[in-house]
Structure formats: C-alpha cells, structure tokens
C-alpha cells in the first residue's frame, strides 16, 4: 500500500518507520528543511560563526521497552545521552536534540520543503 505521512517529527517518522518495516510504501512530507517537529534545532550565522540552539522538546522520557531498546542503539551511535539532570528515564539528543529524529529520516523517503495546502 502507497501511504503519505506529513511531518518528520518523532510521531510521523516512527509512523513512516514501522508501516516501512510492515512493507508498505512511505513517503513522509515535510515544509521544512530538516528533520526535528518538537525536537526541533535552529542553526543561524552570527557575527562569531554558526550558533545553534533547541528550540522544542528539551529532552525525552523513555518508559517503553521497545523506545528503550531503541535508545538503547542511539546510545551506540552517540546520537542520545542520559540527562540524570532532569530524571532518571530522561535523555537528550547529541550533538542536538534533533539527532535522535535526524537518524530516523536517513531510513525513511522524505521530501522536504513541501507544503501540504489540501488532501
């Protein structure tokens, strides 16, 4: 089955990720240019170089087994690491709170840039 998802977020990229696996056919739409929804990272120029900042969620909670055991291989990639700061189920994204999302997007077909006016 041909299926459509908008928004490269956690939800709608996790959505795209698992029809995926069930075999269907996904392409996820975003009007952005990068991936992140709630995690979302804003990179601007300044007059010292390149800032960046998180915009959205400040961290994630992790309770679910099967989140766990993915976090679990974000920990390998050094794309998460635990902030006991907030709680002892709560992790943060590294370099930035969108790595987590980014390395969702690199499985998934995503055209970004495109808005969704209508169905």
């Known amino acids: 089955m041909r ?3 908008i928004g490269v977020g956690m939800a709608g990229l996790s959505c795209a990720q698992t029809l995926r696996h069930q075999g269907h056919n996904v392409i996820v739409f975003d009007k952005g240019r990068g991936p ?3 995690m ?3 990179r601007v120029g300044t007059p010292l ?3 960046a ?3 959205g969620a400040q961290y994630l909670t992790v309770r679910d087994p099967a989140f766990l055991a993915q976090v679990d291989r974000w920990v390998r990639d050094g794309r998460v690491a635990r902030w006991s700061r907030a709680g002892a ?4 994204g590294t370099p930035a709170m969108n790595e987590p999302i ?3 997007a690199l499985d998934c077909d995503v ?3 495109s808005a969704i006016d209508n169905l």
């Open 3 to 5: 299926i459509g998802i």
């Open 36 to 38: 992140g929804g709630r």
């Open 40 to 42: 979302s990272t804003r």
């Open 49 to 51: 170089g390149e800032a």
């Open 53 to 55: 900042f998180d915009h």
């Open 89 to 92: 189920d709560d992790w943060v």
């Open 102 to 104: 980014r390395a969702i």
């Open 111 to 113: 055209h970004w840039n």
